[in-house]
């Protein structure tokens, strides 16, 4: 039988750990994001994770369920990072942006953490109240349902693909990811034209580009298309936006 996860209320320990500190679930998924920092994703583990704690492994199990548990509490706090603070302009394409960019910039500051979380559904507060705030920019352009529904959809899988894509770029062993950047300057730019035509007309522009993130040009590409859906409904006029 499983174990049972004890409440909130009885999960704190009456003595602090051999560090001296006491151990609770926000410390735990503090202390699993640094570790998959450090470690990687392979380098999590319940074992490890006792001893960075400085208490007994068995002490996840107050807490969480497993590792997989926790798996979905890093991922609920990462959209909690990204969303903190965050409050909208009343400017639905303005609103859409600034969340949009804050769930990239919070997942590539946790890699590992990303690559770990990003295609997860914890269902737990962070994320509700995000999905919430999100749901709501879209409704106040007067869209009706399903395509407030097909835009949201569309919204948050760009926003944690891309933040996956560029995390695993990020993750890698830095010898690794410069060879992957120099390829675009020591491979591309030097075929010719007589061969790759297209490649060799665009060889300076690709270097420029291919090694940023194209999540923001992706993020504008997806708002124009829900811009033309909220003018048809609004008969040719759209002042949500500045």
Known sequence: MAKEVVPEDGRRRRRPTRQ???????????????MLHEHGRDGLTVRRLGVALGADPSTLYRYFHGIDDLTLA?????IGRAM????PAGQWRKDLREVGL???????????????????????ANEIAGDEAVLGILRSTGLPAPDVVRIYQAFVDQALA?????????????????????VWR??????????HPNIAALAPLLVARMNNSAYPTALEMLLDSAEASVRRVRGGSDPGDV
């Open 162 to 182: 891309f933040a996956a894509l560029d995390a695993a770029s990020l993750a890698l062993p830095e010898a690794a990811r410069a060879a992957d950047e120099q």
């Open 20 to 34: 001296g500190v006491v151990v609770t679930q926000r410390l735990i998924v503090e202390t699993a994001l640094r």
């Open 74 to 78: 890093i991922a609920d706090e990462l």
């Open 102 to 124: 804050r769930i990239h910039t919070a997942y590539l500051a946790h890699p590992e953490a990303a690559v770990l979380t990003a295609s997860r559904v914890s269902g737990r």
């Open 186 to 195: 020591a491979t591309y730019a030097r075929l010719p034209a007589s061969t």
């Open 84 to 87: 903190r603070g965050w409050r």
